[in-house]
């Protein structure tokens, strides 16, 4: 396969995942605002449900105030809460017999899942900005140093060493271009001795039938 062919379809890969990137980061920008409003409107029910019960019942007034007041709060709770995984947990520490245990374990996930709801906006926005850098990153990078290199994996069929790159393409910048296409799905750096890079054998497939996953 000649290396104007491997180039045409890396070029077309970054041009569409540039595009769904894209796709994503408005995604994620529209859905923000809505994971916002029902992160305040759960606070609203919890704050009006609650109040009730006082001697002095919140108003509805006092109540809105104090959802859209947490809003802020919500991403600076995104940047400080650590993100675990309960399902992971419960799987990897095996099931709780006793019956205090059980109600603990349901009112944790509980818990979690009104974080999850509270944490949605702050995190679809993260989302959104990861997408945009993903695709700026991708924008602004060497698609014809990556794309010889792709070429180098799929002519040799087998590990290219690290030194074999500057040997065989003299006027490749290593230092900038092996950052670059490491970050491409289905390359595989191998550090056992010749250390180098290679290629899965799905990419393999995808460019030599010109497809994309």
């Known amino acids: 396969m000649n290396f104007e062919a491997v180039k045409a379809w890396y070029t077309e890969s970054v041009r569409r995942r540039v595009r769904n990137g894209r796709i994503a980061m408005v995604l994620g920008l529209v859905l923000m605002p809505v994971a916002l409003a029902v992160a305040a409107g759960l606070v609203y ?9 006082r001697e002095e019942p919140l108003s509805s007034t006092t109540c809105l105030w104090i959802s859209l007041a947490i809003i802020p709060l919500m991403f600076i709770g995104n ?28 009112g944790e996930v509980y818990f979690q899942f009104i974080l999850w709801i509270m944490f949605a906006g702050p995190r ?33 069929g087998k590990k290219v060493p690290y030194e074999d790159l500057e040997r065989e393409i003299p006027w490749l910048n290593v230092a900038t271009a092996l950052p670059e296409v490491r970050l491409i ?4 750096s191998l550090e056992t001795q010749p250390a180098g890079l290679s290629m899965t054998q799905d990419l393999r497939e995808n460019i030599r039938s010109g497809t994309f996953d």
């Open 124 to 156: 679809l926005l993260d989302w959104a900005l990861e997408c945009f850098r993903e695709a700026r990153r991708l924008q602004q990078q060497d698609t014809h140093s990556c794309a010889a290199i792709l070429w180098l994996m799929l002519t040799r």
């Open 185 to 188: 799905p289905g390359v595989v």
């Open 79 to 106: 940047r400080c809460t650590p993100r675990r995984n309960l399902m992971d947990e419960r799987m990897s520490e095996g099931p709780s017999d006793s019956f205090g245990g059980h109600y603990s374990r349901r």
């Open 45 to 53: 029910a919890l704050l009006h449900g609650f109040g009730r019960r």
